[in-house]
């Protein structure tokens, strides 16, 4: 497969499946977007394989992908049909190698059951998983400060975090319990039943807080990276913003249901962002 095939596959991938990423791509060059879509695509095979029940060797497959990464940043890509696409998006826009060997072992860290036990420990998760996206991105988008890459870092927890309070259902139905336990354990929660339930909203209150309080502290962020992609920048933590205030408004109502932003609101937000 060519760089040219591989970028479409790449967008097919991104276009399917990436809910709220995919909207803020389009305010994006159409070469920063199909970047964008190349870096994802690579980190969604990523996520899949450490949620996949269908694989039958979890940790051997992922060992692989960690050995076909390494090949083929060394130049030796392997047949998979991003490799051309993500290769060029990284030499193009200088990206360090270590944030996708950084995604690999946060994806690894969910392949047996999880119960997180402190906060320092949850942000450790968040930064595997989200915070190296962040810091991936920004580099197709530009900037020249440093100060942007502590900023990314915290953009990527405040989404992260978000995430992990939409699905608290879908993730114990997985035997993976992310919010720490010694906030169970402030708000006397039961982990396992998430009962009584008017403690489980002051648990989920508190943590959105601490998720509210990442947004706040990333902030800066937009006005560090270039011009011309800070509407993307907008657009997209105005979509997981908006998610987070979904979940808000829904009372907390995350065990029930999943909580999500309609497309008719990602399109606002978009339309929003580019003014």
Known sequence: MNVQESYNWCEGVARSQAKNFYYSFLLLSKPQ????????????????????????????EIARWRSDLEAALAGRAGDHAVWPAFIDAVMRYKIPHQYFYDMIDGVSSDLEPRRVRTFEELYDYCYHVASVVGLTIIHIFGFESQEALPLAEKCGIAFQLTNILRDVREDAEKDRVYLPAEDFARFQVSPETFEPRERFHQLMRFEAERAREYYREAAPLVGLIDARSRASMRALIGIYS????????????????????????????????AC
């Open 33 to 60: 977007r199909r970047a964008m879509c190349a870096i994802y695509a690579f980190m969604r095979y990523c996520d899949d394989l450490s949620d996949d029940d269908g694989i039958a060797d979890r940790p051997a």
């Open 242 to 273: 908006r998610l987070l205030d979904r979940i808000v408004a829904s009372n907390y109502d995350v065990l029930a249901r999943r909580v999500r932003v309609p497309t008719w609101e990602k399109l606002w937000v978009l339309m929003r962002s």
